[in-house]
């Protein structure tokens, strides 16, 4: 069976939908139009020990627990696939390091300055920023934020296998770069395949690079000029088109706000 979760009408329901009935899968897509599951905010946190963003987690968490698992064994996913063989890299060669560097990897910069020593070591520790990348946005990120799924199941992914990362990391950028050697692989496996590319909007997989760099270009200029989004986990909408979880989420915070202290407690404010 197939599982996908998204608001309704984004591309990641259209093309998950579109591939399930190709290939004769069962299929299930779980909307995230309705944000009730928000304010359930406790049990997401406790899944992961609150160490991953609670907005990306908590549709997962939802979802799972509305599941019966008994009759299914692991889920697979496509976990980190993409930092993993292409957009961790933002040009066709390894950039070294540097503190300006590692700030566009961050969610906020808001208390960045409270990092300076840890930014110094992160630059020091890592060769490339694709190392750095990987680290501290799959591992620390992505790949813990998939831990909430090990209360109801197992999961698997071809990039939580060890030696296919660092196969992946040995591979030359220029080839890895704007997902050249990975649309050549797909089309490799399913010659036909004729799905939109999934990050840019009316490419295909088979799009040449020129097309892509076009697609790219113009869904900037939309952004920019629209305020066009693409997210399946569009936070800012959801909170202007639903009052009532804005207020829960207010209410939570400052009923519980009194139990930390000292500069935690500052910073959880100041954010």
């Not at 933002?90 to 409270?114: A, M, Q, T």
Request: net charge positive; charged share 25%.
């Amino acid at each position: 069976m197939c599982l996908c979760f998204s608001e309704n009408d984004y591309l990641d329901e259209k093309l998950s939908k579109k591939i399930a009935s190709d290939f004769f899968d069962y299929y299930l897509f779980y909307s995230l139009n309705n944000v009730k599951y928000l304010t359930e905010i406790d049990n997401p946190v406790k899944a992961n020990d609150g160490l991953i963003f609670y907005s990306g987690s908590s549709y997962m968490y939802s979802m799972f627990s509305l599941l019966d698992f008994s009759g299914y064994g692991v889920l697979h996913t496509g976990v980190a696939g993409n930092e993993v063989l292409y957009s961790s890299l933002k040009f066709d060669y390894h950039e070294k390091p540097s503190k300006r560097k590692v700030e566009r990897i961050f969610y906020s910069s808001k208390l960045k300055n409270k990092i300076d020593n840890i930014l110094e070591e992160l630059v020091q520790k890592y060769e490339t920023m694709e190392e750095l990348a990987f680290y501290k946005k799959c591992v620390n990120g992505v790949y813990n934020a998939f831990r909430n799924i090990e209360h109801f199941t197992e999961f698997s992914s071809p990039t939580l296998y060890a030696p296919t990362i660092e196969y992946i990391m040995k591979i030359d950028p220029k080839l890895k770069y704007n997902a050249y050697l990975y649309r050549k692989w797909v089309l490799k496996k399913i010659p036909n395949i004729n799905y939109p590319w999934e990050h840019i909007t009316g490419a295909k997989i088979s799009s040449s690079s020129f097309e892509i760099f076009l697609r790219k270009s113009l869904k900037k200029l939309a952004t920019f000029l629209l305020g066009y989004r693409t997210s399946k986990n569009p936070w800012d909408k959801w909170l202007k088109r639903n009052p009532i979880l804005l207020e829960t989420l207010d209410k939570y915070f400052f009923d519980n706000i009194n139990l930390l202290n000292g500069n935690l407690k500052e910073d959880c404010i100041k954010l």
